[in-house]
């Protein structure tokens, strides 16, 4: 993947983390004291599709997911929260609960 490339997909993926993160965040948070990137977790779904093991490859190498938790790490959030990539078939964000937390799936 060419270096503009990768420059725009995660401008895009940050865009619409972001985007997504308005919706947990416009809700009351709860003061909490201590670390806050303790509420933070990342998740790498390997692909299915062996066509995007390289798209797969580069973001853990460049620890995407990583660089998404340290910019969002001073937001406050009530309760545990999972930034996930995985492939959907599609370039997608978007925010759900899985098993009960909140979740924010990157596709790609």
Not at 11 to 29: D, E, T, Y
Not at 42 to 52: A, D, E, L, S
Not at 66 to 81: A, H, M, R, W
Request: some cysteine; proline content about 6%; aromatic content about 10%.
């Amino acid at each position: 993947m060419s270096s503009w490339r990768w420059k725009l997909a995660t401008a895009v993926v940050i865009s619409m983390l972001l985007l997504n993160l308005a919706a947990v965040q416009s809700q009351p948070a709860v003061t909490q004291s201590g670390d806050q990137s303790g509420l933070l977790s990342t998740v790498y779904v390997p692909p299915n599709n062996f066509g995007f093991q390289e798209v797969y490859n580069l973001l853990r190498q460049h620890n995407a997911l990583e660089k998404v938790k340290e910019i969002l790490s001073p937001f406050q959030s009530p309760e545990q929260l999972t930034i996930e990539t995985t492939e959907c078939g599609a370039v997608n964000s978007y925010y759900q609960r899985k098993n009960f937390k909140p979740t924010v799936t990157i596709c790609y």
